[in-house]
């Protein structure tokens, strides 16, 4: 139990160009996903929370009108990347956590790469 | 400000010893602290919770010990595998505040087992 899947599970775009990625609980209605961003090398920097049926929370230092993020469902959360650019080139990886339980539960990521 | 250090970015043991881990923080009064798995190009995969009014957990072959004075948590792997290399990180949850529910991840350490 407790699977969460990502979608596309890679994506090569060009600059200028915006970038879906959706976050699944297969099986588990998840009231609140996390999106986080790894670069190579470095561990999983958290960019926002969110809640379903209700606006994201984000970290400092992250644009909230670059990373759109839409929580519209128990089951689904997406991340959009717009007009991406490379240096967002990244591992984006979501979580999802059911209630206030402690343990979360992570997707397998979406590699980024903006040409 | 607060700071979680996995002192070993890399570390390397023969098949069959037993892997330890450490994980420091400072300036951080965490509730908790989790351990996860992270393989090459894929998801954290949660392994151990353990939480502040504990000082040791256990899971198979894992263990993990929390000491809140020394601001430090040990992770052990007994009997080690070659299939046991991955990249280990320890996240912290803060017991309150804006940050409450939020992992904050350390830098990971790459453990390799050699058969």
């Known amino acids: 139990g407790a699977v969460v899947s990502q979608h596309p599970s890679w994506v090569i775009c060009k600059s200028g160009t915006s970038v879906k990625i959706e976050c699944r609980s297969l099986?588990?209605?998840?009231?609140?996903m996390f999106w986080y961003r790894q670069f190579p090398k470095q561990s999983l920097m958290l960019m926002a929370t969110s809640n379903e049926g209700s606006k994201a929370t984000y970290e400092q230092g992250v644009e909230k009108d670059k990373f759109l993020i839409n929580h519209a469902s128990l089951t689904l959360s997406t991340l959009t990347v717009t007009s991406a650019h490379p240096e967002d080139s990244s591992f984006y990886i979501c979580?999802?956590?059911?209630?206030?339980?402690?343990?979360?539960?992570f997707g397998p990521g979406t590699r980024l790469l903006v040409l | 400000s607060q700071k979680i250090e996995q002192n070993s970015e890399a570390l390397n043991i023969q098949e069959g010893k037993t892997a330890t881990l450490t994980c420091n923080y400072t300036n951080y009064s965490p509730a908790y602290l989790q351990w996860y798995r992270q393989d090459p190009g894929r998801g954290p995969v949660f392994l151990l919770l353990i939480r502040e009014n504990e000082k040791e957990k256990r899971k198979e072959r894992l263990k993990v010990t929390f000491d809140t004075t020394l601001k430090q948590s040990l992770f052990h792997i007994t009997a080690s595998q070659p299939a046991d290399s991955a990249t280990y990180l320890c996240?912290?949850?803060?017991?309150?505040?804006?940050?409450?529910?939020?992992?904050?991840f350390g830098q990971g350490t790459i453990l390799t087992v050699h058969p």
């Open positions: 979580s999802a956590r059911v209630g206030s339980r402690e343990t979360q539960y």
């Open positions: 099986d588990f209605q998840a009231t609140t």
């Open positions: 996240a912290l949850v803060a017991s309150g505040g804006t940050s409450y529910g939020k992992l904050t």
